[in-house]
């Protein structure tokens, strides 16, 4: 958008330069159709010196006014062009008057969507400044929550190895009470087996003690 907008100015700058230059070419061409005009009013005033000067001879007048009517029907018509071509001119002053006149309303309107559009890019400059300062921030909270997550795995770490050594206390601790309860067991057993072979031995003494 921006480099259709400058393509604009700068084909509009390029009219404008060529307008300029037209206008030195017309301002030229009206120095030469005045110093023409002076040329012409200094004929004149040689033409009317030397009609005093043959007023003496009418012949000699009768034959240079004939020059000079037809020198002033040549002006005449020569006027004439001039006229028609100054009318043509007027016009077309008046029709570059208009086209400038559009060309410095376009313009105008190509100021106001200039201005319209760097309002919009003011706005996005500054959108894009609070994105970029919400990224810093956004970041810098990714590197603690990073640096919290890195906590997190050092501890699951250290309690997996804690649950592993309680694991293996826990495992040798019901493994000692198992042999302990064995032995218990043994030696109770042991004792039983004492003690009914005991009684079994009284009460066979009693027996034959009733026997006898």
């Known amino acids: 958008m921006e480099e259709q907008i400058l393509s604009m100015l700068v084909k509009m700058d390029k009219r404008l330069?060529?307008?300029?230059?037209r206008f030195d070419r017309m301002e030229q061409r009206m120095d030469s159709m005045e110093d023409g005009l002076n040329e012409v009013k200094t004929s004149v005033s040689q033409m009317d010196q030397r009609l005093g000067a043959v007023e003496v001879t009418v012949s000699q007048m009768d034959q240079r006014l004939g020059v000079v009517e037809a020198s002033v029907s040549q002006m005449d018509q020569r006027l004439g062009a001039v006229e028609a071509s100054v009318s043509k001119m007027d016009?077309?002053?008046?029709?570059?008057e208009t086209k400038v006149d559009q060309i410095d309303h376009r313009l105008s309107h190509v100021e106001e969507k200039v201005d319209h559009v760097d309002g919009?890019?003011?706005h996005l400059e500054t959108d894009m400044g609070q994105m970029k300062e919400?990224?810093?921030s956004m970041d810098s909270r990714l590197t603690h929550v990073e640096s919290d997550m890195v906590s997190m795995k050092e501890l699951m770490v250290n309690m997996d190895k804690s649950i592993q050594r309680i694991e293996l206390t826990q495992t040798e601790d019901i493994l000692m009470l198992l042999?302990?309860?064995?032995k218990r067991s043994d030696v109770e057993t042991s004792y039983v087996n004492n003690k009914l072979?005991?009684?079994d031995k009284r009460v066979f003494h009693l027996e034959h003690s009733k026997q006898n």
């Not at 330069?17 to 230059?21: A, C, G, L, T, Y």
């Not at 016009?91 to 570059?96: A, C, E, K, M, N």
Request: proline share 0%; aromatic share 0%; net charge neutral.
């Open 17 to 21: 330069d060529k307008m300029d230059e």
């Open 91 to 96: 016009h077309r002053l008046s029709s570059i």
């Open 120 to 122: 919009r890019l003011s």
């Open 134 to 136: 919400h990224m810093v």
């Open 179 to 182: 042999r302990t309860n064995q």
């Open 197 to 199: 072979s005991e009684l």
